[in-house]
């Protein structure tokens, strides 16, 4: 059983940046697949970026490709989202998840795939 957590989010300016923070406990981290999903009110949740159990592969919903990066410390156990240029159609509740990945090279941007999800975090992105 995996528990994440995610925190650094805020109330931010269009333009500036925001760093997320997911931290897992109660598993082998280096065997998850990880990835970032959002929720707007009124929306379905939508993926965001994913990352490799390695760290090498990495995977950006179009929405967000080059200006947000997700890396991953296996060490801390921890997944990061690193979020710039932010826009206020950004605004949403942010959640990091899961998925046990038995390839090295695993990546998912299907919310149904991921086992272990995080209470999220909100981002607010003023005009």
């Known amino acids: 059983q995996v528990q994440l957590v995610e925190s650094g989010g805020g109330l931010v300016q269009a333009g500036e940046p925001l760093r997320l923070t997911c931290a897992a406990s109660g598993g082998t981290f280096d065997t998850y697949a990880m990835g970032w999903f959002r929720q707007a009110p009124g929306k379905e949740r939508e993926f965001v970026g994913g990352i490799a159990r390695s760290g090498i592969n990495t995977y950006y919903a179009n929405s967000v490709k080059g200006r947000f990066t997700t890396s991953r410390d296996n060490a801390k156990n921890t997944v990061y989202l690193q979020m710039n240029s932010l826009k206020p159609e950004d605004t949403a509740v942010y959640f990091c998840?899961?998925?046990?990945?038995?390839?090295?090279?695993?990546?998912?941007?299907?919310?149904?795939?991921?086992?272990?999800w995080g209470q999220g975090t909100q981002v607010t992105v003023s005009s």
């Open positions: 998840a899961a998925r046990l990945a038995t390839q090295q090279h695993y990546i998912s941007s299907w919310p149904d795939d991921y086992d272990y």
